[in-house]
């Protein structure tokens, strides 16, 4: 069953000669619980995909579809909140609160809705992120490992249909990137969540059952490798 449609996606930067087409008429499709790499070099434009598929951002033309919803149907205040209860996004640079401590980060999406902590599944990503111990934690009082874990605890905090994640190793050693992608395999196939990796990394897109290859804008290659 397919979860995400992305249809003749284009994104265009600036007008006139100063104009860039970050994305030119891109589509594919996702099934639900799919694990996916999307690769490609700096500039290629899977970032600027990433950001469309998560609402961050608006299309110059094409759609998005998330279980058959045009996610861009939606005004600025309902995005807001699709951001928050439909996807969850993980960036490089963990974007965590720094006053806040790991629970509160983690929690923060489900506390900006107004809603009431699910306090099993919390417990239960505390474990599975081994981060037990660190609860009251700031974010400067953990390693970079450690931030991340909270990110992608905060992502999965919520349930999102699919998760996306930009780079979520690009600021983290090999061993460290190694266990992130390792937590993020397991979230996957323990949620049953769809997964969509930005990487330059061909050894990250390796983990992945499919690779989708972006060059100048364009898919170059789209390949199921299981």
Do not use: C, W
């Not at 790499?37 to 110059?60: C, E, F, N, Q, Y």
């Not at 996807?87 to 506390?111: A, K």
């Amino acid at each position: 069953m397919n979860i995400l449609s992305v249809e003749h996606l284009t994104r265009v930067y600036g007008t006139g000669s100063t104009a860039v087409k970050a994305l030119d008429d891109v589509s594919f499709e996702v099934e639900a619980g799919e694990f996916i790499a999307i690769i490609g070099s700096s500039g290629s434009g899977k970032s600027t995909l990433m950001h469309l598929m998560g609402g961050v951002d608006r299309p110059t033309s094409g759609t998005v579809k998330l279980q058959g919803q045009d996610i861009f149907a939606r005004s600025d205040e309902q995005l807001a909140v699709f951001r928050r209860r439909e996807v969850g996004l993980i960036y490089q640079f963990y974007n965590l609160i720094p006053v806040l401590n790991v629970v509160e980060n983690i929690t923060l999406p489900v506390l900006m809705d107004g809603r009431a902590v699910n306090e099993q599944r919390l417990s239960g990503l505390v474990r599975a992120l081994g981060l037990q111990g660190r609860e009251h934690y700031l974010p400067n009082q953990l390693s970079g490992g450690q931030q991340q874990r909270v990110a992608i605890g905060r992502a999965l905090m919520n349930e999102p249909a699919i998760v996306l994640a930009d780079e979520p190793t690009g600021n983290l050693d090999s061993k460290n990137s190694a266990e992130i992608m390792s937590m993020l395999r397991a979230a996957n196939r323990q949620f049953k969540q769809t997964h969509i990796i930005i990487t330059h990394d061909e050894n990250i897109a390796l983990m992945a059952d499919r690779v989708i290859a972006i060059e100048d804008g364009r898919i170059v290659r789209d390949e199921r490798r299981n």
